[in-house]
């Protein structure tokens, strides 16, 4: 599966972004999707992951409350919706995608977007 993330860009501290992440080549129902963020100097970061069906999510404890990540599978897409954006959520966001069932478990992927640039200035 190929993946396109999108909607990243400059707001202000407090502000509000909604990412895209496209997929094509493959069957989109069939996969979980997350997302992930790199900071400069810093690892990349698990935010959230959103099940194939799209009933269950689950999110880091820093973007807890303030994301939504959520699909539309007739759409093949997976959106994450930041809200009350914090310097510190500035990073390179990425999407990702798995057919795994132990993605709840481990949060690993197999197939990466190649990210969108979120700055959040204060």
């Known amino acids: 599966v190929q993946l396109q993330a999108s909607g990243g860009g400059l707001v202000q501290a407090g502000g509000s972004l909604r990412l895209s992440c496209a997929a094509s080549?493959?069957?989109?129902?069939?996969?979980?999707m997350g997302w992930f963020r790199q900071a400069p100097g810093k690892a990349r970061a698990w935010i959230t992951t959103?099940?194939?069906?799209?009933?269950?999510?689950y999110y880091a404890d820093t973007v807890q409350g303030r994301f939504t990540i959520s699909r539309d599978n007739a759409k093949n897409t997976v959106y994450l919706q930041m809200n009350n954006l914090k310097p510190e959520d500035t990073a390179v966001y990425f999407c990702?995608?798995?057919?795994?069932?132990?993605?709840?478990?481990?949060?690993?992927?197999?197939?990466w977007g190649q990210g969108t640039q979120v700055t959040v200035s204060s």
């Open positions: 959103i099940l194939k069906s799209g009933d269950m999510t």
């Open positions: 990702a995608a798995t057919q795994s069932s132990r993605v709840v478990a481990n949060r690993k992927f197999d197939y």
């Open positions: 080549g493959r069957t989109f129902s069939n996969y979980h």
